[in-house]
């Protein structure tokens, strides 16, 4: 419909990738951008099987696609793997928990969103499992989702993403004031927020610049563009749409926020269909 209209769709969450649409531009992570890093740091940290569980669609099966030839490149193996309805309850997610503690994966590799996050984090803490053992890790998980779950379910679970709250910077100590102040002192900021944030300033500089709305004017405009995001600097890379963003890992801690254990010394380039990066985890400057 974006297309058909010539709209431009400001599109800020992450996705599965291997899409580019010239009426969209990306804000949100790709694959590259978030997956390649935690694969590898969940085999480097914790052992190469992995138990996939994710809501039954598109986003889940092909971000288990990508982990899953991730994993084989490099020596790792899928143990399990299981989906469960969107809009699953808690009682779905009993059988997948005892089915994780029977096969004894390393990692437990979630794709599971909306309010059956809080389900399946709530089900495996009731049954014992060890986060600092066998972690859960995701991509999806964020502050706002630790908040509903609770911070003690919530802690030592893994989350690969390019903003965390607690992000180190001038430009994100203001943009998390000015947060709090507008939405309560008790309401995390987390990436979808700050990609929203972002981009609506890019929105707007390309605006003011051109003073049209007329797509085709506007897009040129976008491209290329920068900001100093509160997440670091991030530019719309013109070969995609796609935005070159920060990759970071982050472990969730008590006070359900989460602790950075590995960052990028720069912004990733945009490779929404991992041309340049094949299957190798070992690519790319992360520290």
């Not at 269909?273 to 299957?279: E, N, P, Q, V």
Request: aromatic share 12%; hydrophobic share 40%; net charge negative.
């Amino acid at each position: 419909m974006v297309e058909r209209l010539n709209g431009l769709l400001w599109y800020p969450t992450l996705y599965e990738g291997f899409e580019a649409s010239p009426n969209v531009i990306y804000t949100g992570a790709s694959p590259n951008q978030n997956s390649l890093a935690l694969c590898r740091y969940l085999m480097d940290t914790f052992g190469t099987r992995f138990y996939f569980v994710g809501s039954d669609y598109i986003y889940p099966r092909e971000s288990n696609r990508v982990m899953r030839e991730l994993l084989k490149s490099n020596g790792g193996s899928v143990v399990g793997e299981r989906y469960v309805n969107v809009y699953a309850r808690w009682q779905d997610f009993v059988p997948i928990i005892q089915d994780i503690k029977r096969v004894r994966p390393d990692v437990i590799f979630s794709t599971v969103v909306g309010e059956g996050t809080v389900f399946l984090y709530q089900a495996y803490a009731n049954v014992g499992l060890d986060p600092k053992q066998v972690p859960i890790a995701s991509l999806t998980t964020t502050e706002a989702e630790i908040a509903a779950m609770g911070f003690d379910v919530g802690e030592g679970h893994v989350t690969a993403a390019s903003y965390f709250q607690g992000v180190e910077g001038s430009a994100n100590s203001a943009f998390v004031q000015r947060f709090k102040k507008r939405f309560g002192a008790d309401i995390s900021t987390n990436m979808c927020a700050e990609a929203s944030y972002f981009q609506l300033h890019l929105f707007a500089k390309a605006l003011e610049q051109v003073n049209s709305l007329d797509t085709e004017v506007l897009r040129s405009m976008v491209f290329g563009t920068s900001f100093d995001a509160p997440q670091g600097a991030v530019t719309v890379n013109p070969m995609s749409g796609h935005t070159d963003l920060w990759t970071r890992i982050g472990r969730a801690n008590r006070q359900g926020q989460f602790d950075v254990v590995s960052q990028s010394k720069e912004p990733v380039h945009a490779d929404p269909f991992l041309i340049g990066y094949g299957r190798a985890t070992q690519t790319g400057s992360v520290q």
